[in-house]
């Protein structure tokens, strides 16, 4: 168990709808990373937070937004969802930075777009 | 821009033998070199890493084998087994980037075969 939480494993919703997907960080770690996992992209970066701040951006969609909270969980919004949005999204955290402090990620979130 | 390049897509490999997957990187900013397996359903976890002022790490049956010259770096597996059969992501790391963005690679599913 890696100790980052999220939530929720499975969501089936459709085209042109919003969600969000939540993730509680493992206990201490200041870090929030957002990735996107689909099958012929692999592993893509979305954006990371650091201590309730935006650190980096990635190839995050402007219909995609985050936030990290006081508490450092982090939230993931989807909005007018496409067919193409369908993936596996991730969350990972990390102390500090990845070279001192390995990522440790959740078990995702399955998005299905219909 | 895909900025780590990994191969093959897709390994097998008998019970027994040597699993050898390969990764090359353009950013000579990279700084640290991270291996991370994940099992289905599972989130990816850190498996070994590498830094640039080694050319090799053993932990292990799993041994990565770094190039700096070439701007390669190779993940290999000694006497692998079925319970090694998973997705296997390299990634690399510049910490002078003022972000902590990891960069994966596209992924290679190994199956080993009994």
């Known amino acids: 168990d890696s100790g980052v939480t999220q939530t929720p494993k499975h969501l089936i919703t459709a085209t042109g709808q919003r969600v969000t997907l939540r993730c509680s960080p493992r206990?201490?770690?200041?870090?929030v990373y957002w990735y996107q996992q689909s099958l012929d992209q692999g592993l893509q970066f979305l954006i990371q937070y650091y201590n309730g701040e935006e650190r980096a951006k990635g190839n995050i969609l402007e219909r995609f937004s985050a936030q990290q909270f006081p508490d450092l969980h982090s939230e993931l919004n989807l909005s007018s969802l496409e067919l193409g949005d369908s993936a596996l999204y991730f969350c990972a955290s990390s102390a500090v930075a990845p070279n001192n402090s390995p990522l440790h990620f959740g078990n995702g979130t399955r998005l299905t777009v219909t | 821009q895909q900025q780590v390049k990994q191969s093959p897509q897709s390994l097998i490999v008998q019970k027994g033998g040597i699993s050898i997957i390969n990764c090359a990187y353009e950013?000579?900013?990279?700084?640290?070199f991270p291996w991370y397996q994940q099992f289905p359903g599972k989130g990816p976890a850190l498996l070994i890493a590498i830094r640039p002022d080694v050319s090799e790490k053993k932990e292990g049956r799993f041994t990565i084998s770094f190039n700096k010259s070439a701007k390669q770096f190779s993940l290999h597996i000694m006497d692998s087994q079925p319970g090694d059969s998973a997705t296997y992501f390299c990634a690399a790391y510049a910490s002078g980037a003022g972000s902590y963005q990891l960069t994966f690679g596209k992924g290679t599913k190994l199956s080993v075969i009994p």
């Open positions: 950013n000579t900013a990279f700084d640290y």
């Open positions: 206990s201490g770690d200041l870090s």
